[in-house]
Nanobody
Framework: QLQLVESGGGLVQPGGSLRLSCATS????????IGWFRQAPGKEREGVSC????????NYDASVKGRFTISRDNAKNTVYLQMNSLKPEDTATYYC???????????????????????WGKGTLVSVSA
């Protein structure tokens, strides 16, 4: 079964930084818009950020805008989420998702509302605590 693999999670103090990676060795990500989602215990999954196939379009949830930066390196078949100024409320399991030819979906909604997500990862845990 094809899937994405997230890495880079961990425990960090408030104000700290982490960089998450989303990659796969099973298929090329070139034609997929990629989104980062998170789910905290007892809460619904929410979209955090997404990026278009070429990287020229990105979208952020208001809660992370100015602190998180999404990027992609298609040569390395990897998408990154740089997270700075982390807050305890950022604590969650972070998932990446792939939407084939999903540039318009990403531009329209960071949650990819109404779109079909083709692949998900299993998630990486981010804990922000003193």
């Amino acid at each position: 079964q094809l899937q994405l693999v997230e890495s880079g999670g961990g425990l960090v103090q408030p104000g700290g930084s982490l960089r998450l990676s989303c990659a796969t060795s099973q298929f090329t990500l070139d034609n997929y818009a990629i989104g980062w989602f998170r789910q905290a215990p007892g809460k619904e999954r929410e979209g955090v950020s997404c990026i278009s196939t070429s990287g020229d379009i990105s979208n952020y949830d208001a809660s992370v805008k100015g602190r998180f930066t999404i990027s992609r390196d298609n040569a390395k078949n990897t998408v990154y989420l740089q997270m700075n100024s982390l807050k305890p409320e950022d604590t969650a399991t972070y998932y990446c998702a792939a939407d084939l030819f999903g540039d318009d979906d990403c531009a329209r909604s960071v949650n990819f509302e109404g779109a079909t997500i083709d692949y998900w990862g299993k998630g990486t845990l981010v804990s922000v605590s003193a």
